[in-house]
């Protein structure tokens, strides 16, 4: 288990290189690496303030019905959430008052980027108006889930 804190974790994010809505995490258990334009395409929200909630804590795969990921196929996805008895979560982001948050593994920048490649002209075509594609910045939902459990 890998512990930072929120700072650390909103540089790492910074360092992939890309836009707030294309920040990349990978599943725990079947280590598709997403972002919150991926959730956005599949139905999980239309915007990305109603997908930052999932992004980094439910698999993508959880809204196309993908199943198990224990041998699933590479890159579609499982329906693994951290929010269940099971913590097999990588890392945790400790909030500056100290509560300790599951969330998956963060994407290398090569990986952000790719996924952004791969996903930028279907995303562009249906959401790029209505998401936050400048700031390259952290989730807030980090940030308020730490203020709920407080």
């Keep these: 288990m ?7 974790f909103k540089e ?3 360092a992939q290189g890309v836009p707030r809505v294309h920040l990349a995490f990978k599943c725990p258990i079947c280590k598709t690496i997403q972002s919150m334009a991926s959730l956005m395409l599949v ?4 915007s990305d303030e109603q997908v930052e909630g999932f992004i980094g804590f439910s698999c993508v795969g959880w809204w196309t019905n993908a199943g198990p990921g224990h041998g699933a196929e590479p890159g579609k996805g499982c329906d693994w959430t951290l929010g269940g ?5 990588e890392l945790e982001v400790i909030t500056p008052d100290g509560v300790r948050n599951p969330r998956f593994e963060l ?6 980027k790719e996924l952004m490649a791969a996903n930028g002209w279907r995303f562009s075509e249906r959401f ?9 910045s952290a989730p807030s939902a980090v940030e308020s889930e730490g203020a709920r459990q407080a």
Excluded: P, Y
């Design 2 to 8: 890998r512990s930072i804190t929120l700072d650390q």
């Design 12 to 14: 790492e994010l910074k």
């Design 43 to 46: 139905g999980a929200g239309k």
């Design 85 to 89: 008895f099971l913590h097999l979560h």
């Design 107 to 112: 994407a290398s920048a090569e990986q952000a």
């Design 128 to 136: 790029e108006r209505t998401a936050n594609v400048s700031a390259a």
